[in-house]
């Protein structure tokens, strides 16, 4: 009895594949697709002269494919995908009369693409994506004229552009050359293809415009050109691509306006055209075929109003229009949107109340409205309806009126930012259901600041509840009684901004003030210890630094941890000088930076250069600091430029970052 199949697909089976497998002289299909098999692939394939299907994607099979594949005479598909195979695209392929499918794609393939690859005109699908391909691409593959499938694109990196001899694929359905360096302009010859319905060209370095002749291609269901350097406008054209479902050109350098009729394409789901020179209206039918999903739009120079038919299919996920000109009321009807996700709306000129409902949407996990004219209040919500909202931004708007109990009503809220606003009453106690809150910024972009509004009464000591809370500013407000004392147990507070209220407070110092209008408590991370700790170590005897904006002291927390505490000199009211203390502030406070206590001498001396003897160690040791900071793995953890040239400008004097 023959063996003329074998399919051990997706059982995880790992190791090297048995030569003995070619001893099946009958096998004629061979799926070995979705394990671990490592090493050489079995050189002597060519025995199985039978063979019509050979699938081993999805391993790891590594070294050249040297095969004697004239002996496979009768391969129709063969499916290398997602390997570690190496060296160069093996030309015998070219010998194999029969073969349909090729896929190279997801190796680590080099050099150039064979002209070749050009005669094999059986071919219906070809991908050579994903390598590390390089030179032109040859022309010869427009002789393909078999072909369905076409892939060429990500991670190899091609010289030259698109060839025009693509023009002749006429039965091409599908071509992605995404991602592969490609230059130069768009072929009008593309549109010939009329059976293409997906064209993704996009993260190249194309130029030029989009060619009117691809406005022939009316069965393209979905458009790629993003991440180019694309210019000019739409063209009219497109107005026929009736079965178009997605249209992608964002990042690119299109001007002119969003032609009207984009709104009246059939099926047009996703349409993205953000990071362009857009100008004029959105147009106001948008929406009206009932089938938007994702609309992006933001970074243009859009002007007019929100349509109002944006939502109308009920189907609308995203919708991001900010960094625009737009004006107007936002349209009632968002507020009935159930299906919205995220939205982003931030830094246009709107103006009046949010829709009935906005805030509310049962699918809303993002909500930005910062840095526009809104007014009215947040509207008191009755249903407890379950929120996914995460992150809510209604900063620097015209807002007004006191914050409703049911902003407790979001259990995921990790970002509220409702600062720079007109805000009134007392902060609802409700907030400290919050309880994922990692930023609550009622005030300039801090963390947790309810600043710069005229917030009343007390401090809820619900405040306490929440445990994850890291930044609390509370200052430039009308609060006032005494602080909850159930504050000083939040461990994951990390810097606290009481000043500027009517707070009745005694803060423990070398001289203690009643009544005090400015107490702020700063750390840099997450506290195992109280203030009382803190305060102990604020003693002749522990000082080891001196420094333009304060003290610094050495202390041993009751855990054995060492730190180091700086005490804050005061700054005149109306000083425009802080000897340097914003800037360190800004940095430590960023990064949340312990400073060691533990440097030494030798650590120092062993890592500076000998010709940098002459430099004073306790400059150098202080650079070095700097320097720390500056190459954190973390870049957004960084300094920035500014601030080190501050910082670097104190190293001069003695003790600024000094320790022992």
């Not at 050579?128 to 030179?135: F, I, K, P, Q, V």
């Not at 990790?414 to 805000?423: K, P």
């Amino acid at each position: 009895m023959s063996v003329v199949s074998l399919d051990i697909s997706n059982l995880n089976v790992s190791g090297s594949l048995s030569p003995s497998i070619t001893g099946l002289l009958s096998l004629e299909s061979v799926s070995i697709q979705g394990n671990s098999f490592s090493g050489d692939f079995p050189a002597d394939i060519h025995k199985l002269t039978r063979l019509r299907f050979l699938n081993i994607s999805n391993n790891m099979f590594s070294g050249k494919l040297s095969w004697e594949f004239s002996q496979l005479k009768e391969l129709e598909v063969l499916d290398a995908y997602n390997n570690d195979f190496n060296g160069s695209l093996p030309e015998g392929v070219t010998d194999l009369p029969r073969l349909k499918q090729l896929n190279f794609g997801g190796n680590y393939f080099s050099g150039t693409i064979p002209s070749r690859y050009g005669n094999m005109g059986q071919l219906n699908f070809l991908s050579l994506a994903g390598n590390d391909l390089s030179g032109f691409i040859p022309s010869e593959l427009g002789n393909l004229t078999n072909l369905t499938h076409l892939y060429l694109g990500y991670y190899n990196q091609f010289d030259g552009g698109i060839p025009s001899q693509f023009g002749k694929l006429n039965n091409l359905v599908h071509l992605d050359l995404a991602n592969c360096g490609l230059k130069g302009s768009i072929p009008p010859e593309l549109g010939n293809l009329y059976k293409l319905d997906t064209l993704f060209l996009q993260t190249n370095q194309l130029t030029g415009s989009i060619p009117p002749q691809l406005g022939n291609l009316s069965s393209l269901k979905a458009l790629d050109l993003s991440f180019n350097k694309l210019t000019g406008d739409i063209p009219n054209e497109f107005s026929g691509l009736k079965e178009l479902i997605l249209l992608n050109l964002f990042i690119n350098r299109f001007h002119g306006e969003i032609p009207h009729f984009i709104a009246e394409l059939p099926k047009l789901e996703v349409l993205k055209l953000w990071q362009n020179n857009f100008t004029g209206v959105i147009p106001s039918k948008l929406g009206q075929n009932g089938k938007l999903t994702e609309l992006d739009l933001s970074t243009n120079k859009l002007t007019g109003l929100v349509p109002k038919s944006l939502c109308l299919g009920k189907r609308l996920k995203i919708l991001i229009l900010l960094k625009n000109f737009l004006f107007g009321s936002l349209p009632d009807d968002l507020g009935q949107c159930y299906t919205l996700q995220r939205v982003r709306l931030g830094q246009n000129y709107l103006t009046g109340p949010l829709p009935h409902g906005f805030l509310y949407l049962p699918e809303l996990s993002l909500l930005e409205l910062q840095n526009n004219y809104l007014s009215g209040g947040l509207p008191q919500e009755t249903s407890n309806a379950p929120s996914k909202l995460g992150q809510l931004n209604l900063s620097n708007n015209r807002f007004s009126g006191s914050l409703p109990t049911s902003i407790g009503n979001f259990p995921n809220l990790q970002i509220l930012l409702i600062s720079g606003n007109r805000f009134s009453g007392e902060i609802p106690p409700d907030i400290g259901r919050l309880k994922n809150i990692l930023k609550l910024d009622l005030s300039m972009n801090n963390f947790s600041d309810l600043s710069q509004n005229q917030l009343l009464g007390p401090i809820p000591v619900q405040v306490a509840q929440i445990h994850i809370l890291n930044y609390l500013n509370v200052s430039w407000n009308n609060l006032n009684q005494s602080l909850p004392k159930e504050l000083g147990a939040m461990k994951g507070l990390t810097s606290a901004d009481f000043s500027h209220n009517n707070f009745s407070a005694i803060i423990k110092s070398r001289k203690a003030r009643r009544h005090s209008n400015s107490w702020k408590l700063t750390a840099f991370q997450k506290l195992e210890y109280g203030s009382e700790d803190i305060i102990g170590c604020i003693k002749e005897s522990n000082v080891i630094g001196r420094g333009g904006a304060g003290v610094v002291y050495r202390g041993t927390m009751p855990n054995g941890e060492e730190v180091a505490v700086k005490k804050l000199l005061g700054i005149n009211k109306g000083s425009s000088h802080d000897n340097g203390l914003s800037a360190e502030i800004r940095t430590l406070g960023r990064i949340r930076h312990r400073m060691q206590t533990n440097w030494n001498k030798e650590m120092v001396m062993k890592i500076l250069d000998e010709r940098l003897r002459h430099i004073p160690l306790d400059e150098a040791k202080q650079v070095f600091f700097v320097a720390m900071l500056c190459v954190h793995e973390h870049s957004v953890e960084r300094p920035t430029m500014r601030e080190v040239v501050e910082m670097l400008a104190q190293a001069k004097q003695p003790n600024t970052f000094q320790m022992q």
